[in-house]
């Protein structure tokens, strides 16, 4: 069983940076994707970003392309999303995924492993 630990959220302004961090117990599946989700109350989770753990190949949500970098360390088992400029309606709880193949899935149902998710809040 994977288990994924999200941190780095927080109360930030609109305008600043913050870099979420996924360590993850194990990678056992290769080369296998790792996704970003957010939701925020009331609606579906909404797919942000993937990547393979090598880096060789990345997606990302047409809403967030240019301002969201997902990279990954493998020497630490960690997956990050860099997030620049953030704007009020990135407030959301931002969650890391794990799948066991290596698709870029952006269907949250595709992914098989789930972190407990960590707050963003931007304020104006």
């Known amino acids: 069983q994977v288990q994924l630990v999200e941190s780095g959220g927080g109360l930030v302004q609109a305008g600043d940076s913050l870099r979420l961090s996924c360590a993850a117990s194990?990678?056992?599946?290769?080369?296998?994707?790792m996704g970003w989700f957010r939701q925020v109350p009331g609606k579906e989770h909404e797919f942000v970003a993937a990547?393979?753990?090598?880096?060789?190949?990345?997606a990302y949500a047409e809403s967030v392309k240019g301002r969201f970098t997902v990279s990954t360390d493998i020497a630490k088992n960690t997956v990050y999303l860099e997030i620049n400029s953030l704007k009020p309606e990135d407030t959301a709880t931002y969650y890391c995924?794990?799948?066991?193949?290596?698709?870029?899935?952006?269907?949250?149902?595709?992914?098989?492993?789930w972190g407990q998710g960590t707050q963003v809040t931007v304020s104006s």
């Open positions: 995924t794990a799948s066991r193949r290596t698709t870029l899935a952006t269907a949250w149902a595709d992914y098989n492993y």
């Open positions: 194990e990678r056992t599946f290769g080369d296998n994707a």
């Open positions: 990547i393979r753990w090598s880096g060789s190949s990345t």
